[in-house]
Nanobody
Framework: VQLQASGGGLVQPGDSLTLSCAASGRFDMGWFRRSPGNEREFVAAVRWSGGNTAYADSVKGRFTISRDNAKNTVYLRMNSLKPEDTAAYYC???????????????????WGQGTHVTVSS
């Protein structure tokens, strides 16, 4: 399974950015991030149906995860970006994740390469 993440870049505080992750197959998907000197942390996740989503408290209300299964693509719309959102963002996939483990990186089988987001003035 290959995951291809894209959409990162350099933006200013308050700007928006949308990340994309293409994954062939039927998967529940998650986004995680890692900034220098920090542990990998959960950002958002969505089930294949799109009916269940989960967000980290730090991004709730600013980020939106969505998916277009016809295009095998998951999106992470990031609004009101802050310098603390600066990180490498990774998409991850698993055939099926139970709701209680959507935030758990160890629940995901497949990982894409990171796409870097830098928020700086």
């Amino acid at each position: 399974v290959q995951l291809q993440a894209s959409g990162g870049g350099l933006v200013q505080p308050g700007d928006s950015l949308t990340l994309s992750c293409a994954a062939s197959g039927r998967f529940d998907m998650g986004w995680f991030r890692r900034s220098p000197g920090n542990e990998r942390e959960f950002v958002a996740a969505v089930r294949w149906s799109g009916g269940n989503t989960a967000y980290a408290d730090s991004v709730k209300g600013r980020f939106t995860i969505s998916r277009d299964n016809a295009k095998n693509t998951v999106y992470l719309r990031m609004n009101s970006l802050k310098p603390e959102d600066t990180a490498a963002y990774y998409c991850a996939a698993v055939p099926r994740v139970i709701l209680s483990r959507m935030r758990d990186a160890s629940a995901y089988y497949y990982w894409g390469q990171g796409t870097h987001v830098t928020v700086s003035s």
